[in-house]
């Protein structure tokens, strides 16, 4: 076990695994029933994807010189003048001075209660500044990042287990997805935020399965109704690849439909890369090379090539450092931008030096950072995860 095993997550059992695959077995690529299509029905075409990121309002700027400019309390004036004797005048100037003291004196002693601001245990050096942000291709036109950061929901509908995206109602889902991208927009104006919506399209399995590549692909209609919830707002969609025993070449030849599409993007979770017959759900960890990564955004290149699309994001999880080999090795091409996603559970301090061991020393392109509902405690805040250098432009809740 590795010794930062406190971010390892725990994998499905095996039982919850097989029910899983039984469901999904009996769905098919297509309705069951439905009825063949007749000359004389026309297909609808899908609407066109339309780019809906959120923008918190600016604040608005007060003129503080025309503010200044304009008599304060003109009214007690003109009555203060009316008053032969002054007295009002004086009056009111006591009045004054007794509410400022008043509310100096609670201002003082709200601030002395404020607790004392923990000192960050993992401090940013000079030389991990230095490797930010890392040099790259120039940004192409319709790059989403890192002028834009992503705000996705993780899971699958078909598990209440696997991350909120199935954990619960889909129209509260989608609701406090743009609540929360909302939220992260509102704290940095300076970005757009895009929800988006992260699909666990292939889920390893314990067992090989008729393929024996110990994985499971999602049917057609799985993927095509949550594409269908991104499409119509105008967010994201990520399909995320467990590969199990199976191949990066073998499992995106299934997904390029998919991924030719403007809103869809990529995601590659080394943590079931399995390798040297290791099987998903055992105490072993998966692990991918740089080799693999790069063969990913080869195959993502000639995607945005053919079908003339804007580049694509490709996530890369990670939360130890074996999990991802040779990762300084990752080729970096202005049609891929690539995100490392912190995957790890557990404690703030946890998270921080997982963070800067694992993704800020050895840095790639842009970094992610993945919260837990249920498995974080406390789970930080947007304006805690703000706090740390590089800014994560890749935000996911499981």
């Not at 995957?343 to 392109?365: H, L, N």
Request: glycine letters at 6%; a positive charge.
């Amino acid at each position: 076990m590795h010794r930062f095993s406190p971010f390892v997550r725990p994998l499905k059992s095996g039982t919850a695994i097989v029910l899983i695959s039984i469901v999904l077995l009996g769905c098919g690529n297509s309705p069951l029933g439905a009825k063949a299509q007749t000359p004389e029905q026309t297909t609808v075409a899908p609407p066109r994807w339309t780019p809906r990121p959120i923008q918190a309002p600016r604040p608005v700027a007060v003129d503080t010189a025309a503010r200044d400019s304009v008599p304060a309390n003109s009214a007690g004036v003109d009555s203060v003048a009316n008053d032969s004797t002054g007295a009002k005048a004086a009056k009111l100037d006591t009045a004054r001075a007794d509410t400022a003291k008043r509310d100096t004196t609670k201002l003082v002693k709200s601030h002395a209660a404020l607790p004392k601001p923990r000192k960050n245990p993992f401090p940013l050096t000079a030389r991990d500044s230095a490797r930010w942000p890392v040099p790259g291709p120039p940004e192409l036109p319709g790059s989403i990042l890192p002028s834009h950061r992503v705000v996705a929901f993780y899971g699958n509908p078909l598990s209440k287990r696997m991350g909120i995206l199935g954990e619960i109602e889909t129209e509260e889902m989608l609701r406090r997805l743009e609540e929360t991208a909302t939220e992260w927009a509102r704290l940095d104006p300076d970005r757009k935020v895009f929800p988006a919506l992260h699909l666990i399209a292939t889920v390893a399995q314990g067992y090989p399965g008729p393929a024996r590549k110990y994985r499971l692909q999602m049917p057609d209609t799985l993927i095509e109704k949550v594409a269908g919830w991104a499409e119509q707002k105008g967010w994201l969609l990520f399909l995320d690849v467990q590969l199990g025993a199976s191949t990066i070449d073998r499992e995106l030849s299934h997904l390029v439909k998919y991924l030719s599409r403007p809103y869809v993007h990529l995601a590659l979770d080394p943590e079931f890369a399995m390798k040297d017959g290791k099987v998903p759900g055992t105490d072993w960890m998966g692990r991918m090379d740089a080799v693999e990564v790069n063969h990913a955004i080869d195959v993502l290149t000639r995607v945005v090539d053919e079908y003339q699309l804007p580049p694509k994001v490709l996530v890369v999880h990670r939360f130890t450092r074996n999990m991802l080999t040779n990762a300084r090795n990752i080729k970096l091409d202005p049609r891929v931008q690539v995100v490392i996603n912190m995957d790890g559970w557990g404690p703030p301090a946890s998270k921080r030096a997982a963070y800067k061991w694992f993704v800020v020393q050895i840095p790639v392109q842009y970094t992610g950072w993945k919260l837990f509902f249920k498995n974080d405690k406390p789970m930080m805040t947007p304006e805690e995860v703000l706090e740390v250098y590089p800014k994560p432009v890749y935000i996911q809740y499981q």
